[in-house]
Nanobody, 126 residues
């Protein structure tokens, strides 16, 4: 089992930046990919960005060019740098440790979805 602890959420004005961090512990050898997902009120959880053990990345179209995901194997962590934030980015952001790549294009509803963090709120508002 993998435990994930997220940090870095908060309130930011439109056009601003935030950096989310997620640190993994436990059975980290089982992690194939790590990613960030978000869920806005009344909406389904969606992929924001994911990165696998080889360094390949996948981004949602809505964040391409604005967000950057990075993985730090020595620290067992993954960061999400978010720039040019807009109100549509407001959501709870969740970190995921994926053992198989099942969440690569979006969160899996199956037993292979891996481990999830507790979520961190990001609010973009003037």
């Amino acid at each position: 089992q993998v435990q994930l602890v997220e940090s870095g959420g908060g309130l930011v004005q439109p056009g601003g930046s935030l950096r989310l961090s997620c640190v993994a512990s436990g059975s980290i050898f089982s992690i194939y990919a790590m990613g960030w997902y978000r869920q806005a009120p009344g909406k389904q959880r969606e992929l924001v960005a994911a990165i696998n053990s080889g360094g390949s990345t996948n981004y949602a179209d809505s964040v391409k060019g604005r967000f950057t995901i990075s993985r730090h194997n020595a620290k067992n962590s993954v960061d999400l740098q978010m720039n040019s934030l807009n109100p549509e980015d407001t959501a709870v952001y969740y970190c995921n440790a994926d053992p198989s790549g099942a969440n690569w294009y979006g969160p899996s509803s199956g037993a292979d979805s891996g481990s999830w963090g507790q979520g961190t709120q990001v609010t973009v508002s003037a």
